[in-house]
């Protein structure tokens, strides 16, 4: 049969399908695109059939609700507060945010790797293994905001800080153990424990918080213990449900830490390197023009949070498809399929980043409220950065897929160097605003940088670099 094809096609004949119909011939224009026209429809079918799979359906409706929540907790945070209150709120969320990215650098993306590969009692023993690294990162935490308590008592730090760190210390076990959860589920498909996760923080996290400003309660401190009780309950639920997934044994405890260390220390670094690059300008702003400017940035970079379900969605879905890409047609197929997929992402997001441009300043008084108007320069710039990041998140995969972590790491480097220098003198010089143009200071440059590494090693031969 392939030398039947191979005849017919050198003498330019079509090749019969096994239904007996011939294969129309794509070297001719018209023909070929009459072949891409017809096959349109399967393709919408096929897409629509993907996108109606249970599992699919429930993690993106996962992914809204855990938006949403952190959405509707900022909004109810800075209407009930003060410009100042809010701000604390967001400097605390800051370290969250930190702390979360190097946990999921070194637990969450090591066992998502690993566990697909266990089975039985020894897959429950590696969870259980996670689990206890996880508490032994908690403490290590807890050692640290403790020191960073005592600092701030002396006055070290942003005004007020002194009084929301406590309530944060109490807390944040409970909000590393849900998001370690969140993984392990999403590790293991398990779309929907992982929608009963974050739904139960939802309702319980937002009726404490509308709870607290019925009853005049709500402040940066008291919102924590909000958020706190939600997790704590969704995780004890978890753990009740779940009792016979995991199991606490000594065997292997060595053998899965030094897994998990080995794999996941270049991505610890980069994630280190990004998350400071990222989390320490608002710090910087509430060192130079107090925790009220640092409430306004919180407002601005809210509303351009609205786009993080498309966001992130997308990228769960091209980040294996690039891995993919590379393993099935090497650099030259892995080149092609990169430039495509670069620029349908930013042509998807640009569209919301132009909304965002014009109407950003009227977003933000709807969602938080006329104090923190006049502030739609600061939403623009910032969606500019999200169409970098479309760019730039494609290129980070294209350095992994070729298993290029060492010069992801390199590349991560860049925003916290643009941060302490170019980064400083806008924030001290320009305030919020300076705040925007600095992330996206860094990004255009971080994006140049790794479109200039990516063509270079896709250039080059299939052998090891």
């Known amino acids: 049969m392939g030398d039947m094809k191979a005849e017919a096609a050198e ?10 119909k011939p294969v129309p011939d794509e070297t001719d224009p018209a023909q070929g695109m009459k072949s891409v026209v017809d096959r349109w429809p399967q393709k919408i ?3 629509l059939a993907g996108a109606r799979t249970n599992k699919g359906l429930i993690s993106l409706g996962d ?22 209150e809010f701000g604390l709120y967001m400097l605390c969320f800051s370290i969250v945010v930190f702390v979360l990215e190097v946990q999921t650098s070194l637990i969450a993306s090591p066992y998502m790797v690993y566990s697909s590969r266990l089975e039985g009692r020894r897959h429950a023993a590696y969870m259980g293994n996670a689990f206890f690294q996880q ?21 070290l730090g942003p005004e007020g800080l002194s009084r929301v760190l406590p309530p944060l210390i109490l807390v944040i076990w409970a909000l590393m153990l849900r998001e370690c959860i969140r993984r392990i589920s999403f590790a293991g498909l398990e779309m929907k424990t992982a929608f009963f996760v974050d739904t139960t923080v939802a309702l319980v996290q937002l009726g404490s918080l509308l709870l607290l400003v019925y009853f005049n309660r709500l402040t940066a401190g008291t919102a924590y213990y909000g958020i706190g009780l939600a997790c704590s309950l969704a995780c004890a639920g978890w753990f009740l449900l779940k009792r016979g997934s995991y199991s606490f044994r000594n065997s292997h405890v060595k053998e899965d830490f030094k897994k998990n260390l080995s794999f996941g220390k270049w991505m610890f670094a980069s994630c280190v390197l990004w998350a400071l690059g990222m989390n320490l300008y608002p710090w910087l702003l509430a060192f130079y023009h107090g925790t009220g400017a640092t409430g306004v940035w919180a407002a601005c970079y809210g509303v351009i949070a609205i786009a993080n379900p498309l966001l992130l969605g997308i990228q769960n879905f091209l980040g294996p498809k690039i891995v993919q890409s590379c393993t099935a047609d090497g650099r030259e197929g892995l080149s092609r399929f990169v430039k495509k ?16 441009c014009v109407f950003g ?7 938080y409220g006329e104090k923190y108007g006049g502030n739609g320069p ?17 290129l980070s995969r294209a350095l992994l897929a070729l298993e290029q972590a060492r010069i992801y790491f390199m590349a991560n480097i860049v925003p916290l160097v643009v941060m302490l220098t170019l980064g400083l003198y806008l924030v001290r010089q320009m305030g919020v605003i300076g705040v925007a143009l600095g992330l996206l200071a860094g990004a255009v440059t971080t994006a140049v940088m790794m479109s ?8 080059m031969d299939r052998n090891p670099i």
């Open 341 to 356: 997929v670069t620029l349908y992402y930013v042509l998807i997001i640009l569209p919301l980043a132009l909304f965002l």
């Open 63 to 84: 992914q809204m609700v855990a938006s949403a929540t952190n959405f509707l907790t900022g909004i109810i945070i800075a209407r009930s507060c003060s410009k100042e």
């Open 11 to 20: 003498q330019g004949d079509t090749v019969p399908r096994p239904d007996g």
């Open 378 to 394: 600061v939403v623009a710039v910032l969606a500019l950065y999200l169409l970098t990041l479309a760019g730039a998140f494609t």
């Open 135 to 155: 508490f032994l990162l908690i403490l290590l935490l807890l050692l640290v905001l403790l020191a960073g308590q005592a600092l701030a008592a002396y006055g």
């Open 452 to 459: 200039v590494i990516c063509v270079r090693l896709m250039k």
């Open 361 to 367: 300043d009227r977003l933000v008084v709807l969602f």
């Open 45 to 47: 079918r096929s897409l």
